[in-house]
């Protein structure tokens, strides 16, 4: 697999990562702590360098990636972020500084290692100010407990003023062929200052694989119960851009998931998606995705498609979207 730099950081990735928030939160019950810790091996011997965790995402989490990834630590990248209180992404935000320093200790401990590749602020904390964030941020790289400072889910002021204290290395929010928002200000300003960005859901939480549709029945834990955009109803909507893609892949020779991974990478270099699964057959799927060749006139015949079709639903419910684009 090819390596790509996020931004002008100078930090080096490959051009798919992993998203392992899946393998034991928000989608249902927890993957086999064997079987997980032998699919995130297997993303290793497949090329991906880059493993994206949260303390958010709950202790076993930071645990099973700082396990699975310690053969080879040295030839990996991890990504972990802080941001909410007790680390409980149901609670309220708080990246105090005094938080932030904690959640690095914990996070070191548990990811069994000195230092974190990519520390993120999970979500804006309205209550503190992002110079502070950055700065407490910096101050841990100057210790050399982190190595570089990201956002998640930042709008372009939080973005701009963050920088301003402390390089932001990559912007990690959700961009993909269904979620387009960030085309409007994100990617400009991100290009502008040189900020890697890190789509996550690049597969619309799986919609994009065509493996969902209106009479799926998500487990009673899959926060995609409450997800709008997955109603019964917008899911038997939405189904006709997955027949779009379906017939773009079929063209191609490739998965749905596939074409929808080659989009984001043809968009721009420094955009490296994170995409999650918890089967080995999806996971070689994705990988194969960064094989597909997508030209110029490929993604704007996608995007022309696409922009016939009305997507229906938010992406999140009220409570969870006002924690983003702050």
């Not at 019964?232 to 779009?244: A, T, V, Y």
């Amino acid at each position: 697999m090819k390596s790509t730099i996020l931004g002008n950081s100078g930090l080096e990735v490959s051009e798919l990562g992993m998203g392992c928030m899946g393998l034991n939160f928000g989608y249902g019950p927890a993957t086999d702590k064997q079987d997980a810790t032998k699919l995130i091996r297997e993303a290793y011997e497949q090329g991906i360098t880059f493993f994206d965790t949260a303390e958010a995402y709950g202790i076993a989490n930071e645990e099973l990636v700082g396990e699975a990834l310690l053969p080879f630590r040295k030839e990996v990248v991890i990504a972990t972020k802080f941001g909410f209180n007790d680390g409980d992404a149901t609670k309220s935000l708080d990246s105090r500084p005094e938080r932030i320093r904690a959640v690095a200790e914990e996070s070191l401990r548990r990811l069994k290692t000195d230092v974190i590749d990519l520390f993120y602020q999970h979500r804006v904390d309205p209550n503190v100010p992002i110079e502070d964030v950055a700065g407490t941020v910096k101050d841990l790289i100057a210790e050399g407990k982190v190595k570089h400072f990201g956002l998640s889910e930042a709008g372009v002021e939080s973005i701009r003023k963050a920088h301003a204290v402390q390089s932001v290395t990559a912007l990690q929010s959700e961009y993909s062929i269904w979620w387009r928002e960030p085309e409007i200000e994100i990617l400009p300003t991100l290009e502008e200052l040189g900020i890697g960005f890190v789509p996550f859901s690049p597969l619309g939480k799986g919609f994009l694989t065509g493996a969902i549709n209106e009479k799926t029945k998500f487990d009673a834990t899959d926060f995609r119960n409450i997800v709008p955009r997955f109603s019964e109803e917008n899911r038997k909507s939405n189904q006709k851009l997955i027949d779009l893609l379906g017939e773009i892949a079929k063209d191609k020779e490739a998965t749905p998931a596939q074409i929808a991974l080659g989009w984001l990478l043809a968009k721009k270099p420094w955009i490296v998606p994170i995409p999650g699964t918890t089967k080995s057959h999806r996971l070689t799927e994705n990988i194969r995705g960064t094989s597909i060749d997508l030209s110029v006139s490929d993604v704007k015949s996608i995007d022309e498609a696409f922009y016939k079709i009305k997507i229906q639903g938010d992406r999140y419910p009220a409570h969870l979207q006002k924690r983003v684009g702050k």
